[in-house]
């Protein structure tokens, strides 16, 4: 199986509550590249109920963010012919993130998270996200995602 993406960013920009490896306190969420589409999973804990059964909304728009960062390096990557091995120089941030909620998100299921590109200009990527629990869509996402100045 390929690596994740976060697992490939420099140990110097790996540190994300979200999805930083050197993060043992975080989510440690993983986007994976398969082939026009990236794919992460998480299975929140009692920690995240928002009302008794239903995840808290912060941590769905948690997830799309460190998801959409993840996914706009990755399609950088690939769209550059940049090896998807460690460490990548492509790094990215959060310009815009715009989260619909589109159902109640259970708790105790595997949430998927889904990322496909919608554009890359220049230094800009534009990710599209959906998020389903049990087949179920949730929440989806659109973010403007910004690449790091090496």
Avoid at 70 to 98: D, H, Y
Wanted: with cysteine; hydrophobic share 40%; net charge neutral.
């Amino acid at each position: 199986m390929a690596q994740a993406i976060q697992d490939l960013y420099p140990e110097n920009l790996a540190h994300c509550y979200g999805c930083g490896k050197n993060n043992p306190n975080g989510f440690q969420l993983k986007t994976y590249l398969e082939g026009n589409e990236t794919i992460a999973h998480f299975t929140p804990g009692e920690q995240y109920t928002a009302i008794p059964g239903s995840v808290y909304g912060g941590l769905i728009a948690s997830l799309l963010d460190c998801h959409g960062t993840g996914s706009a390096a990755a399609f950088i990557c690939q769209a550059e012919n940049i090896p998807l091995q460690a460490p990548i120089p492509v790094r990215c941030v959060t310009a815009s993130l715009k989260v619909d909620f589109k159902a109640m998100t259970p708790m105790g299921v595997e949430l998927e998270l889904k990322g496909k590109l919608r554009s890359l200009q220049g230094r800009k990527a534009w990710i599209d996200m959906t998020l389903t629990a049990n087949g179920t869509l949730c929440a989806t996402g659109e973010m403007l995602a910004i690449r790091l100045k090496e």
